[in-house]
């Protein structure tokens, strides 16, 4: 198959060469009604829709057809998709193929906010997996085969397993090939949130692809690591324990009907960028990284965490908190993926023979950031398994309960009561907390301690003035006016 080719883009090409006069949707006709600036508005000329020669997503025949079946072959999959709606309409959609509601579903508890919204829609029981820590990022990590294999025993009408690999922090353990056997055995497919691993097919030192490792749906946000457009998102399935018109028609209910064609194209654009990424391209980008990351060690008070995915590394301060370093940063004009307590987390880019980044001006950048922050002695915490993300034993969830009423209480107020909805830090979008569940004063002091110190949440929790309130369920029979 010939890699080099871009269905999409070069449909577009031929379209645009064509002069065509637009009494059709969108109403900016290619740009002309637009009041965005020139660099903006460039882009307009290409955001068309479904005419003549130019196919339809939801029903593929042209140049969509063609390039999802060259995305399927790039990454070995029976079939794949272009999402408009991000890795969170994957998550959505795979979740809701293999679940009807009030069935059982295993999911690996620090999953992303996508993953438990996919079961609150589909009305899905789930038994969440608790996952292993991980002592080079300070964070949850993958779950072991051991657990999923226990939870198959407690739970044996589950029909399916929902596991994130990578996490957002880069961490993939090495366990999920055996972990797909497991379930296999049994008849039940593997989902996987490979949101932050687009890239693996690139090859070792990257980890395995999921597809590789003989998942059975695996979902890529294209936006994360590749080259295509925030938005824009791949699934693929390879399995015979999927329903595949099922999955199709489930994603063509939840993708808007009108699918943009930039997105569109940028999956293309992304689909032939990591086709074409070869064995030089990888020796350059990993030259790179080994440069960048001697740098960065030379730098005082500077600490450099490797992760599994060489496109990851976290920084530490040693005197100051991840969300501090992430402001010093920024000061210099570093942009991070996230800041915790401890760390910042960098996505690197996916670099080739032919694009680099400087490491020089960058490094100083850094330097000076770090060193501004010499002296700050903020306390950092230890490397103790957190709360926030390691529940120690399966927990069924049942889905939110939205009918009943909801109320904001203070923290003191708000001890023992179950959750209205989750409590997201965002990034990365794991909820610490989930809806329904309740709260205790160790995590009342967590999620406080947090806020403090910089992190910004989704959900169930707000500052109202110097208060921190929770939103929870009333309790049955309290007066709603109350
Ligand atoms: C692990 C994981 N899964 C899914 C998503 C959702 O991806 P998208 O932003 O492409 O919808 C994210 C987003 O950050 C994520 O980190």
């Not at 209910?253 to 032939?272: F, G, I, N």
């Not at 496109?311 to 908190?321: C, G, P, T, V």
């Not at 000076?368 to 120690?392: C, D, F, K, M, Y």
Request: aromatic content about 6%.
């Amino acid at each position: 198959m010939d890699h080099t080719k871009k269905p999409v883009v070069e449909a577009l090409e031929t379209f645009l060469a064509s002069r065509p006069v637009s009494f059709h949707v969108p109403g900016h006709k290619h740009g002309l009604l637009s009041g965005l600036p020139e660099g903006l508005k460039a882009a307009l000329r290409y955001d068309v829709t479904e005419l003549s020669g130019l196919d339809d997503l939801h029903a593929p025949a042209e140049m969509l057809a063609e390039a999802q079946t060259m995305l399927a072959h790039v990454y070995g999959a029976s079939q794949s998709y272009f999402l408009v709606n991000g890795s969170t309409v994957g998550n959505l959609a795979m979740i809701r193929t293999v679940c009807a509601s009030g069935e059982t579903v295993l999911v690996q508890r620090n999953a992303h906010k996508s993953v438990f919204h996919a079961l609150e829609l589909a009305s899905v029981q789930a038994i969440l997996l608790t996952p292993e820590w991980d002592e080079a990022t300070c964070t949850a990590g993958s779950v072991s085969s051991a657990t999923v294999r226990e939870a198959l025993e407690r739970h044996p009408d589950a029909k399916g397993v929902v596991v994130t690999y990578p996490t957002y922090y880069g961490t993939t353990g090495n366990e999920l090939q055996t972990i797909v056997g497991i379930a296999h055995e049994r008849r039940i497919p593997v989902l996987v949130d490979e949101a932050h691993g687009a890239h693996f097919i690139a090859g070792a030192p990257f980890p395995p692809s999921a597809l590789k490792l003989g998942a059975d749906i695996v979902v890529h946000s294209a936006h994360k690591t590749l080259s295509a457009m925030t938005q824009a998102s791949f699934l693929h399935v390879n399995s015979q324990l999927v329903d595949v018109d099922r999955l199709t028609r489930t994603l063509s209910m939840l993708q808007t009907s009108s699918p943009s064609y930039l997105l569109l194209a940028s999956l293309d654009d992304a689909r032939a960028m990591i086709a074409a990424y070869s064995e030089d391209d990888k020796q350059a980008f990993l030259a790179w990284r080994r440069e960048f990351i001697g740098q960065l060690s030379a730098i005082k008070a500077l600490e450099v965490i490797e992760t599994e995915d060489p496109l990851k590394i976290l920084l530490r301060q040693k005197e100051a908190s991840g969300y501090t370093l992430q402001h010093s940063l920024e000061e210099e004009g570093i942009y991070t993926e996230l800041a915790d307590e401890r760390q910042v987390l960098f996505v690197l880019p996916l670099l080739t023979v032919a694009i680099s980044y400087p490491t020089q001006s960058i490094c100083e950048a850094i330097d000076s950031a770090v060193q501004r922050l010499r002296g700050a002695g903020e306390p950092v915490p230890e490397n103790n398994e957190s709360i926030e993300e390691t529940p120690h034993k399966l927990v069924i969830t049942t889905s939110a309960q939205s009918k009943k009423d909801t109320t904001w209480m203070p923290a003191e107020s708000a001890i023992g009561l179950e959750l209205a909805a989750a409590i997201i830090p965002y990034p990365p979008g794991i909820p610490l907390v989930l809806s329904g569940e309740k709260l205790n004063p160790q995590l009342i002091q967590e999620i406080c301690h947090m806020m403090d110190s910089g992190a910004k949440f989704q959900g169930a929790v707000r500052a109202n003035g110097p208060t921190t309130e929770f939103e929870v369920l009333r309790a049955q029979g309290e007066d709603c006016n109350g």
